[in-house]
């Protein structure tokens, strides 16, 4: 799996993902509030990154205090967390400016609530929930972690960790490219690039619920796979030009989620009807003319992914009626993360590999 570098110019926007912490006297009230949850002086075990690199770089270590949540956030104990593209480039070096050393990463967690903050709502300790860290703060590599109420959700109930851990950024960015962009409705013609992996495969699965005609790309060794998830018309994107199969069976789509970038975002304009959405969720680091899309009366949203707890609930309710399912390609212990990162980095996988932090 080739997994882009972003664009020098979109490191000018990542600023603003910042982890958002108690400070001051309100951060001694709550302390004092959560001494029964919260000890300083405690530790936790993180893999960690001291220096960019390949995944020898992630190692085990044992962090210095727990922080307790402020007002509106909750301090979750996190049981697992996935591998995912946003993961392997910001240990690589692709975001050096967004990601101070040493780093914890982990845009995925799935765990238990063991504190709250003195305004939160909506939980309370034992809940369990699941939910995307913000972007570029600290992630789920970590026994703990402390987290804004907004952006959570109850995890799908009946549900592992293991497998709830492989929703929240797959998940919430299909959801969001699929209904929140694209505003796809039943009847219309969607295809989804890369349909096999951990958005793509959750992206077929929601537009099919939605009842949208579906039409994929992926490997010659998926098709099979990606039918069953419920795509009417599959293509092997290394045997065929998807362009001409797309409309040999349609007279256009209607939506295009692109997963993938570059010339395959390029060259979908010529399958999208005429007033027709695109939905990229690529950082393409270089020049492409979307000029016929222009001449289409296209929507194109270059999309980087929001967070949002309502969102990861709507979810939850799609994976509770079993209309959707993750897709697990493989669950290493947390201590193995680099062995995690390597699977991915060969390509071939199909859906999300998750990483159990019950072993240590």
């Not at 001051?24 to 949850?37: D, I, P, T």
């Not at 990601?99 to 909506?122: K, M, N, R, W």
């Not at 419920?230 to 692109?258: Q, S």
């Not at 270089?286 to 990861?312: D, K, V």
Request: proline share 6%; hydrophobic share 40%; charged share 20%.
């Amino acid at each position: 799996m080739t997994i882009p570098k972003p664009s020098r110019r979109s490191m000018n926007t990542l600023r603003s993902w910042q982890p958002m912490a108690a400070s001051g006297k309100q951060a001694a009230v709550v302390e004092f509030r959560l001494a029964q949850f919260w000890q300083k002086g405690r530790s936790m075990k993180a893999v960690i990154f001291d220096r960019f690199g390949g995944p020898e770089v992630l190692q085990v270590a044992t962090l210095p205090d727990i922080h307790p949540p402020g007002p509106t956030q909750l301090l979750v104990r996190v049981l697992a967390t996935s591998v995912n593209p946003l993961d392997i480039q910001k240990r690589r070096g692709d975001y050096p400016e967004a990601v101070p050393l040493p780093a914890v990463i982990g845009s995925d967690v799935s765990g238990v609530v063991t504190a709250v903050g003195e305004s939160v709502q909506s939980f309370r300790p034992g809940d369990e929930v699941y939910y995307t860290p913000p972007l570029f703060a600290p992630g789920g590599y970590a026994e703990h972690h402390v987290i804004e109420e907004t952006v959570v959700a109850r995890k799908p109930g009946g549900m592992s960790h293991t497998d709830s851990a492989a929703l929240p950024l797959a998940g919430g960015t299909a959801w969001e490219a699929l209904f929140e962009r694209a505003c796809l409705q039943p009847g219309e013609k969607v295809l989804v690039h890369a349909a096999a992996g951990g958005v793509g495969s959750l992206a077929v699965q929601m537009a099919k619920d939605a009842g949208a005609v579906v039409l994929a790309t992926c490997g010659g060794g998926n098709i099979e796979f990606v039918r069953s998830l419920g795509a009417d018309h599959v293509f092997d994107y290394r045997t065929c030009d998807f362009v001409r199969a797309v409309l040999d069976v349609t007279e256009g789509v209607d939506v295009v989620l692109d997963t993938v970038g570059g010339e395959t975002l390029a060259q979908s304009i010529e399958v999208v009807r005429a007033g027709g959405r695109m939905v990229s969720i690529v950082d393409t680091p270089y020049q492409l003319s979307l000029l016929p899309a222009y001449e289409r009366n296209l929507t194109i949203h270059l999309m980087f992914t929001t967070l949002n707890g309502n969102r990861l609930a709507r979810i939850r309710e799609m994976v509770e009626r079993q209309s959707i399912r993750p897709v697990i390609h493989a669950v290493f212990p947390i201590r193995q993360a680099g062995e995690a990162h390597r699977l991915i980095e060969a390509g071939g996988i199909r859906g999300k590999v998750v990483l159990d932090l019950s072993q240590w």
